[in-house]
């Protein structure tokens, strides 16, 4: 048995879930512990658990089978195990955020990480299309208004600036100066030297901040700001129905462009993920990265 822990927003939930599916296809029983939605420490930032959004089963695991493998005796294992570079304990902590084709092939762990790739699980695309398949029903009249309009669109681009907490202290040590001004401007040239005269929608989580990166001149551009954290899934949906995207250094609208089933796709993203630490893997290859490495 597998177990893999849930944790992270919604596209981080997505690759786990995702990965979980991979194993379960290579025919592992795999169950998910999302135990760490009910209890949080002061300092951790609220998520909510979010794949119930979607039309999908969730088979979790029950305390008791956590505590088989994730336990102290556990814990204390990895940590003898990372310094002698041997594979001792059942949990298994993602060393790097790279692909490790070793995940395939694990039996018997408890597994923590995001799992930023779509190398895990690239060849049951056509199941994790299925199984994040929205809620359409639940959308709002306004969403549904954005819907209606960009499903008219013969070109129309999904456009995603992450502000709010990627500008914290902490954070833009991490995630700052990649999808700047100088992204967005190589990126909407590039996106109109290949498709001409577009249609912009823009999804944000901070609108002053979109509109100091955003270049307007001579564009059309429809905001959508509207929708709260818990309405999150609204965004990631309509941007999956854009006909292209540009997304930002974020894995929700990794997942907006990657949920995309236009077959004649252009998908810009950051060449460089986060600071000081290589994600290379994170970005399909059939995707246009712009920027710095």
Not at 48 to 60: A, G, M, P, T
Not at 61 to 84: D, M
Request: glycine residues 6%.
């Amino acid at each position: 048995m597998v177990i893999i822990k849930i944790s992270g927003g919604l596209g981080n939930q997505m690759f786990q879930y995702a990965l979980a599916r991979a194993l379960i296809h290579e025919g592992r029983k795999v169950l998910l512990d999302c135990s760490g939605f009910d209890t949080r420490s002061f300092d951790d930032t609220k998520r909510d658990f979010e794949l119930d959004r979607f039309h999908i089963k969730i088979n979790k695991a029950t305390p008791k089978e956590v505590s088989k493998y994730y336990n102290q005796w556990q814990l204390f294992l990895n940590y003898i195990g990372r310094l002698l570079k041997e594979d001792i304990s059942k949990i298994v902590i993602e060393k790097e955020h790279c692909y490790h084709k070793e995940i395939a092939q694990c039996d018997d762990k408890y597994l923590i990480g995001f799992w930023q790739t779509e190398k895990y699980f690239k060849s049951i695309r056509h199941e994790l299309l299925r199984d994040f398949s929205f809620q359409e029903s639940a959308l709002t009249s306004k969403n549904e208004k954005i819907r209606d309009a960009i499903l008219l669109e013969e070109k129309s681009v999904g456009v995603h600036v992450r502000g709010g907490d990627y500008n914290t202290v902490g954070n833009v040590a991490i995630y700052g100066n990649i999808c700047d001004t100088d992204y967005y401007n190589k990126a909407f040239t590039y996106i109109e030297k290949k498709l001409g005269k577009v249609k912009y929608y823009l999804f944000t989580n901070d609108t002053a901040w979109a509109h100091r990166l955003i270049p307007h001149e001579n564009r059309q551009i429809t905001i959508v700001d509207w929708n709260t954290e818990q309405d999150g899934w609204s965004d990631m949906y309509l941007m999956s129905i854009c006909r292209h995207n540009i997304i930002a250094n974020s894995s929700f609208s990794w997942w907006a462009a990657w949920l995309n089933q236009n077959a004649e796709k252009i998908v810009v993203a950051p060449c460089r993920w986060q600071n000081g630490i290589d994600i290379a893997d994170i970005v399909p290859d059939e995707w246009v990265r712009i920027g710095q490495c």
